[in-house]
């Protein structure tokens, strides 16, 4: 054998054999290490594997018409993360889902939540629903739990104990009804992923809810602290005016505060002496009265003041800020607890408690219950069964005229009152 062509150097080739014409093969790597000592060495990438040889197709196909870059549904569950649940963007659909088994807690959420947007849910429904399910995908991702089929029956009930003894802020855990909700919304969540085959079996279908507790709303405010908190703004200043017809209009018809902020001026009609409330909770609406005194106030602001505010003259909002936009409901509220403090009040509450005030009035100036809730606007009459708790003037009037003890004067002496002969 001689130095020719068939002798065999360090670099002449890979492996035995002579070096010819063909390009050598090259050889099986199995290790990320020999792959990259390969590639370093012979100064050329490493091959394509299969992995690599997709994504270049998807990415040469994604110039073509029709085409779209869109990550694989398992990518997207591997980047979705609990803070990635905002609500928007195109959620794909369950089917997909299930066929490239992303289960992973997030995709699963976006996709119910599209399914409820498709149903016609409102947003501020869905909003509720998904800061839910976020909750509990966060909890769940401290534990390793991050795909819809780990999460067993067990897992959610140590979740509810944990919701339990959760403190928003120290010394102030989360109310029952706040409980209720979330793990309602699991169970919800739970259902849908079943009905869908996501899931084999459903770990929610025995989960209880909390156990409701029976509480009496907030007492609305008497008359004299209403008067008193109504004189508060100062009507000559404009903003003043402004918060004397918002507060006027929140206690003549009761409504929430985020109706209240998107009233426009057509909804209100003070010559009739009415109030459309449209997209109202539930997504209905409905129509309540405004009031004589309410719609004179209403109607100055109109006249002049709100001409002063609106920047646009196409702004439909009816109450405005100071900077010429519609409120917000968090600063509607921090303004009523403003002017209460103002007041002198000390009662908690804001909107809310005018809102309670209103029906507690009418119930006790004598109005039928079935009237309180067309005004409130509540589904079911046992939501608005509630004030009749809160008013006692009846029970009182009945217990002075038949409890015996109750015809006894006050100033005497007990001890010297003899008990009630039968």
């Not at 169970?187 to 770990?203: G, K």
């Not at 003043?240 to 009233?263: M, P």
């Not at 519609?326 to 607890?337: H, K, R, T, Y």
């Not at 009459?381 to 003037?393: F, G, H």
């Amino acid at each position: 054998m001689g130095s020719g062509r068939g002798s065999v150097g360090p670099r002449s080739g890979v492996g035995r054999g002579p070096v010819g014409a063909r390009k050598p093969t090259l050889p099986p790597l199995k290790t990320a290490y020999r792959m990259s000592r390969y590639a370093k060495n012979r100064k050329s990438p490493p091959p394509p594997t299969r992995r690599r040889r997709r994504k270049r197709r998807r990415n040469h196909m994604a110039g073509k018409k029709g085409f779209a870059a869109v990550p694989s549904l398992r990518a997207r569950a591997r980047r979705a993360t609990p803070g990635a649940l905002a609500l928007g963007g195109n959620a794909p659909q369950a089917s997909a889902l299930v066929r490239d088994a992303a289960d992973a807690l997030a995709v699963c959420v976006d996709a119910w939540l599209d399914a409820l947007r498709s149903r016609n849910y409102s947003e501020s429904t869905l909003e509720g629903r998904a800061f839910s399910l976020r909750f509990f995908a966060a909890w769940a991702q401290e534990r390793d739990v991050t795909r819809a089929a780990e999460v067993t029956r067990p897992i959610l009930e140590a979740y509810q104990r944990w919701l339990s003894r959760y403190e928003q802020k120290p010394g102030k855990r989360l109310s029952w009804s706040t409980q209720r909700e979330r793990i309602g919304t699991l169970r919800d969540w739970f259902r849908w992923l079943t009905r869908q085959n996501i899931l084999l079996h459903n770990p929610a279908s025995e989960l209880e809810l909390p156990r409701p507790e029976r509480r009496l709303p907030v007492s609305g405010l008497s008359r004299d602290e209403l008067a008193r908190l109504l004189a508060v703004p100062d009507v000559a200043d404009p903003l003043g005016l402004r918060d004397r017809a918002l507060l006027e209009v929140l206690y003549a018809t009761g409504l929430r505060r985020s109706e209240l902020c998107r009233l426009e001026c057509p909804d209100v009609n003070p010559e009739r002496g009415t109030v459309t409330v449209r997209q109202g909770k539930g997504k209905k609406d409905r129509v309540v009265p405004l009031g004589g005194r309410a719609a004179a106030w209403v109607k100055r602001y109109v006249d002049e003041v709100r001409p002063r505010l609106v920047l646009d003259g196409r702004t439909p909002t009816l109450f405005l800020t100071a900077y010429g936009a519609g409120f917000n409901p968090d600063v509607v509220s921090g303004m009523v607890s403003a002017w209460m403090t103002r007041a002198g009040l000390e009662k908690r509450g804001s909107c809310h408690l005018l809102r309670h005030t209103c029906a507690t009035h009418m119930l006790e100036g004598g109005a039928d219950i079935r009237f309180i809730q067309q005004l409130l606007g509540h589904e079911k009459l046992e939501t608005t069964a509630i004030y009749t708790e809160v008013t006692i003037r009846q029970l009182l009037e009945v217990h002075a005229r038949c409890h015996p003890s109750a015809r006894v004067d006050p100033t005497a002496n007990p001890a010297t009152t003899p008990p009630p002969t039968t």
